[in-house]
């Protein structure tokens, strides 16, 4: 099953490689000196297959782990059609985000470039890019502490679990694109669920997301035409793209993945449902949740951080070198791809004891955590949706313990493929918490 649902992502890539970028970009023929160590792997592909195979999201997958193992956290090999550095060094990669626009720029595969439109955050540099962030920053940074907006994510947070009363067992991960799409929608198109308009939406966004996996064939019909039909290189168009991606897909998974990890820690779920417990407590009958609320939920961001760096929402960023960059002894020359990979530093041995335990209390205890991860990217493209993912997903969760337990099935788990998907959905048994479990000091529990 794995394997099958691997072609899907990893032949689009595969088969750019000889036609976007262009068979003489494979022969490399002047060797620069001072390279760091690896292998250029096959002709034509290099090592693109082996560095996308499908692996658990909370691991680092054998191809890295075979050549840091080998090489070091960072090295050369052959990727996207073009010889690259592959740095799981969290020094280095800081190095290289922070120096964007200066000794490096984003350069994504070309396939991308006609699915997301040139004014795709991803895309664009330079001032165009400032310009564009500062657009997305703004609307991010008024809607994440407004009391409408918190409102309407308690609303659709609330309706999710009402929804659930007589099941037994939900498609999790669907099921809260739901919530994320339904947020997304009404908050910055203002149309309501139920309108025939938020269907039609729907229904582009998933032609969207058909085309982004599939072969990059340009001909009538085809999934990547059909895709890229429904964008116009209009600028508006690429900003609501970037925050439909941000909000609907990478807050989903964030909250997805959040519920597999209490799934498998149950004292951490524990904490968590008495952190909302308490919220819950102080509260007066009926009355919503507030930005001051988010403000206490420590324990919530605790666990919410760790998921980040325990399941890696997005395990690399590409970028370019724009001239011939030294750093430790080595020489990244100049037009070589470099793909600094969060993965690789976030499960370090020597930055975070014992790195591929999930324990949200590392967070307290070590106050330098945060200064050792990158989940949300670095630098001048830092995510500016970062904290609004984080207030979605802390709301959404203080109604989801306070109104269930769940289980979880022994053959699911997250897949970076490279972007993270489940074995089985995120299948979930789950049950209403009992009454004496929530301490609501006799109010009726919300939504219910």
Same mark, same amino acid.
């Given at each position: 099953?794995? *394997?099958?649902? &691997?072609?899907? &992502? *990893?032949?689009?890539?595969?088969?750019?490689?000889?036609?976007? !970028?262009?068979?003489?970009?494979?022969?490399?023929?002047?060797?620069?000196?001072?390279?760091?160590?690896?292998?250029?792997?096959?002709?034509?592909?290099?090592?693109?297959?082996?560095?996308?195979?499908?692996?658990?999201?909370?691991?680092?997958?054998?191809?890295?782990?075979?050549?840091?193992?080998?090489?070091?956290?960072?090295?050369?090999?052959?990727?996207?059609?073009?010889?690259?550095?592959? @740095?799981?060094?969290?020094?280095?990669?800081?190095?290289?985000?922070?120096?964007?626009?200066?000794?490096?720029?984003?350069?994504?595969?070309?396939?991308?470039?006609?699915?997301?439109?040139?004014?795709?955050?991803?895309?664009? @540099?330079?001032?165009?890019?400032?310009?564009?962030?500062?657009?997305?920053?703004? =609307?991010?940074?008024?809607?994440?502490?407004?009391?409408?907006?918190?409102?309407?994510?308690?609303?659709?947070? #609330?309706? #999710?679990?009402?929804?659930?009363?007589?099941?037994?067992?939900?498609? =999790?991960?669907?099921?809260?694109?739901? !919530?994320?799409?339904?947020?997304?929608?009404?908050?910055?198109?203002?149309?309501?669920?139920?309108?025939?308009?938020?269907?039609?939406?729907?229904?582009?966004?998933?032609?969207?997301?058909?085309?982004?996996? @599939?072969?990059?064939?340009?001909?009538?019909?085809?999934?990547?035409?059909?895709? *890229?039909?429904?964008?116009?290189?209009?600028?508006?168009?690429?900003?609501?793209?970037?925050?439909?991606?941000?909000?609907?897909?990478?807050?989903?998974?964030?909250?997805?993945?959040?519920?597999? =990890?209490?799934?498998?820690?149950?004292?951490?779920?524990? @904490?968590?449902? /008495?952190?909302?417990?308490?919220?819950?407590?102080?509260?007066?009958?009926?009355?919503?949740?507030?930005?001051?609320?988010?403000?206490?939920?420590?324990?919530?961001?605790?666990?919410?951080?760790?998921?980040?760096?325990?399941?890696?929402?997005? /395990?690399?960023?590409?970028?370019?070198?724009?001239?011939?960059?030294?750093?430790?002894?080595?020489?990244?020359?100049?037009?070589?791809? *470099?793909?600094?990979?969060?993965?690789?530093?976030?499960?370090?041995?020597?930055?975070?004891?014992?790195?591929?335990?999930?324990?949200?209390?590392?967070?307290?205890?070590?106050?330098?955590?945060?200064?050792?991860? #990158?989940?949300?990217?670095?630098?001048?493209?830092?995510?500016?949706?970062?904290?609004?993912?984080?207030?979605?997903?802390? &709301?959404?969760?203080?109604?989801?313990?306070?109104?269930?337990?769940?289980?979880?099935?022994?053959?699911?788990?997250?897949?970076?493929?490279?972007?993270?998907?489940?074995?089985?959905?995120?299948?979930?048994?789950?049950?209403?918490?009992?009454?004496?479990?929530?301490?609501?000091?006799?109010?009726?529990?919300?939504? =219910?």
């Amino acid at each position: 099953m794995v *394997v099958l649902g &691997f072609l899907p &992502f *990893v032949l689009p890539l595969i088969l750019g490689l000889g036609f976007a !970028f262009g068979l003489p970009r494979l022969l490399i023929r002047n060797k620069p000196a001072n390279l760091p160590n690896g292998t250029m792997g096959w002709p034509l592909c290099g090592e693109t297959l082996a560095f996308l195979k499908p692996h658990r999201s909370n691991s680092m997958g054998t191809f890295l782990q075979e050549r840091c193992s080998r090489y070091g956290k960072v090295f050369k090999s052959h990727l996207f059609g073009s010889p690259a550095i592959v @740095s799981c060094d969290h020094e280095f990669n800081m190095f290289i985000l922070q120096n964007e626009g200066k000794l490096f720029e984003a350069s994504y595969p070309t396939a991308m470039h006609g699915i997301l439109g040139k004014f795709s955050l991803l895309l664009v @540099s330079g001032d165009l890019h400032k310009k564009l962030r500062s657009i997305a920053v703004s =609307f991010i940074t008024v809607s994440k502490s407004s009391p409408s907006f918190l409102h309407c994510v308690e609303k659709f947070a #609330m309706s #999710m679990m009402e929804s659930w009363k007589e099941c037994k067992e939900i498609a =999790f991960h669907k099921e809260v694109r739901k !919530f994320t799409l339904n947020l997304v929608v009404k908050t910055l198109l203002s149309i309501e669920p139920e309108e025939p308009v938020a269907s039609k939406i729907l229904k582009d966004f998933r032609t969207y997301m058909k085309g982004f996996v @599939s072969l990059p064939l340009n001909f009538p019909g085809s999934p990547y035409t059909k895709a *890229v039909k429904r964008l116009s290189d209009d600028e508006t168009v690429s900003i609501v793209l970037d925050i439909l991606l941000g909000g609907y897909e990478t807050t989903s998974t964030i909250i997805s993945l959040v519920v597999y =990890f209490l799934g498998h820690a149950p004292a951490a779920f524990e @904490s968590l449902k /008495k952190e909302h417990e308490a919220i819950r407590r102080s509260k007066e009958d009926g009355k919503p949740l507030d930005w001051e609320d988010y403000q206490k939920m420590e324990f919530t961001n605790n666990v919410i951080s760790e998921t980040m760096r325990c399941g890696n929402v997005v /395990k690399f960023v590409h970028r370019k070198a724009l001239e011939d960059v030294k750093y430790k002894g080595y020489i990244v020359p100049s037009g070589w791809k *470099v793909l600094p990979v969060f993965t690789g530093a976030h499960f370090d041995a020597s930055l975070h004891e014992n790195p591929f335990e999930f324990n949200p209390w590392r967070w307290s205890t070590d106050k330098a955590t945060s200064k050792k991860v #990158m989940p949300f990217g670095g630098g001048p493209r830092l995510c500016p949706g970062a904290e609004l993912a984080k207030v979605e997903t802390a &709301f959404f969760l203080h109604h989801l313990v306070l109104h269930y337990r769940w289980e979880i099935k022994a053959d699911d788990f997250p897949i970076a493929y490279p972007y993270v998907e489940f074995q089985r959905g995120l299948l979930l048994e789950i049950e209403p918490a009992e009454i004496d479990d929530i301490s609501y000091l006799g109010k009726e529990r919300p939504g =219910f």
